[in-house]
């Protein structure tokens, strides 16, 4: 059974930095994507952004790109979001997910939540002004 857990949300004053962490397991991830996906409050849940494990290939939305960045820890099985110059709008709750390829390759990894397979519990980011 594969398990997802986010850490590390919480509070940041506007242009700080955070970095949250997703911990993998009960797979090998190597045939996976992962993504980070956020839900603000009265909105629908978006794509932030995406690895593909074995390539390392990563892929960001518009929003985020330039500010945020995704990595992966092959032998801790982890995924980590580092973010800098947070904006009141990053506000969210943040969700790790997982989608086994198949041997599919996804070029770019997939934005569509529904694609994914598995999901973490999710961590609170709340960015201050």
């Known amino acids: 059974q594969v398990q997802l857990v986010e850490s590390g949300g919480g509070l940041v004053q506007a242009g700080g930095s955070a970095r949250l962490s997703c911990a993998a397991s009960?797979?090998?991830?190597?045939?996976?994507?992962m993504g980070w996906f956020r839900q603000a409050p009265g909105k629908e849940r978006e794509f932030v952004s995406a690895?593909?494990?074995?390539?390392?290939?990563?892929y960001y939305a518009d929003s985020v790109k330039g500010r945020f960045t995704i990595s992966r820890d092959n032998v801790k099985s982890m995924v980590y979001l580092q973010m800098n110059s947070l904006k009141p709008e990053d506000t969210a709750v943040y969700y790790c997910?997982?989608?086994?390829?198949?041997?599919?390759?996804?070029?770019?990894?997939?934005?569509?939540?529904?694609?994914?397979?598995?999901w973490g519990q999710g961590t609170q980011v709340t960015v201050s002004s």
């Open positions: 690895i593909t494990w074995s390539t390392g290939s990563t």
């Open positions: 997910a997982a989608h086994e390829t198949r041997g599919y390759i996804w070029r770019p990894a997939p934005r569509d939540q529904s694609v994914y397979d598995y």
């Open positions: 009960g797979r090998t991830f190597s045939s996976y994507v």
